[in-house]
């Protein structure tokens, strides 16, 4: 089967942090070439389903990328089979450049083919991070550390990627930049799936939206239609 033009598919997923029942029943999907958005409260489940698709929590049911079930196989091999993940803690290596940094990202040996997407994209697509490239990592701003972590995972080829709360405590002009690189992603036909708590950026570049409560999906459908359920957003992202 083709590395291209894979769906994520989540069945009846249920997750837990050791007695702790986390993860009621989710069930969700991600097209190739789709920005799905998944909402809802600190709490709500959001970053956990992220880590259970990645294999980093305890999980039972079904997630299949494509053809092949991904429960029950390590990180490393998820990530190799073309998924991305940029957790929100903003994962650099500090004491390295950011060049040093973003060749890291490339995968090596016999994965290694011809990619996607190169340093020049990564630079033209963020030019500060051109302008700071022989600078360590560690001493970058929030905002271009945020850069340099997306562009890390897009250096892997994923078909994939997913992003835990890429544009928190950005400021508005960096939160732009943000939305214009999912868009560019989307363009190349890569999936998204964008744990975002801003309404406003998921409404914007979203084909799909997921909003979850308590470790249950509680709406599923387009942006516009979340824009017109006032029950929703009142119940489940309001604060």
């Not at 590395?3 to 997923?13: H, S, T, Y």
């Not at 029942?21 to 190739?32: C, F, I, K, N, Q």
């Amino acid at each position: 089967m083709s590395e291209m033009g894979r769906a994520l598919a989540l069945q009846d997923v249920h997750a837990f942090y050791g007695k702790s029942h986390v993860l009621h029943g989710v069930s969700m999907r991600v097209e190739p070439g789709e920005i799905v958005s998944l909402l809802g409260r600190n709490g709500s489940g959001r970053s956990t389903t992220v880590k259970t698709i990645m294999g980093q929590v305890d999980a039972q049911g079904s997630i299949k990328f494509g053809e092949r079930e991904l429960l029950g196989h390590k990180a490393y091999e998820i990530a190799h089979w073309g998924l991305a993940y940029v957790p929100e803690n903003r994962d650099i290596f500090p004491k390295l450049t950011v060049h040093q940094n973003l060749l890291l990202g490339q995968k090596s040996g016999s994965a290694k083919k011809k990619s996607r997407w190169g340093f020049e994209d990564m630079y033209r697509m963020f030019p500060r991070l051109k302008e700071r490239q022989h600078t360590e990592a560690g001493v970058l701003s929030g905002g271009e550390q945020q850069m340099l972590t997306l562009c890390r995972s897009l250096m892997g080829d994923p078909d994939l990627i997913m992003i835990d709360e890429p544009t928190e405590g950005l400021a508005p002009m960096i939160v732009e930049l943000v939305a214009e690189y999912l868009k560019a992603l989307r363009e190349r036909g890569i999936a998204v799936l964008l744990v975002e708590q801003k309404l406003a950026i998921a409404l914007e570049i979203s084909q799909r939206c997921y909003v979850m409560g308590h470790g249950r999906i509680v709406f599923e459908g387009t942006p516009a239609e979340l824009r017109s359920n006032s029950y929703v957003r009142k119940e489940w992202l309001e604060v």
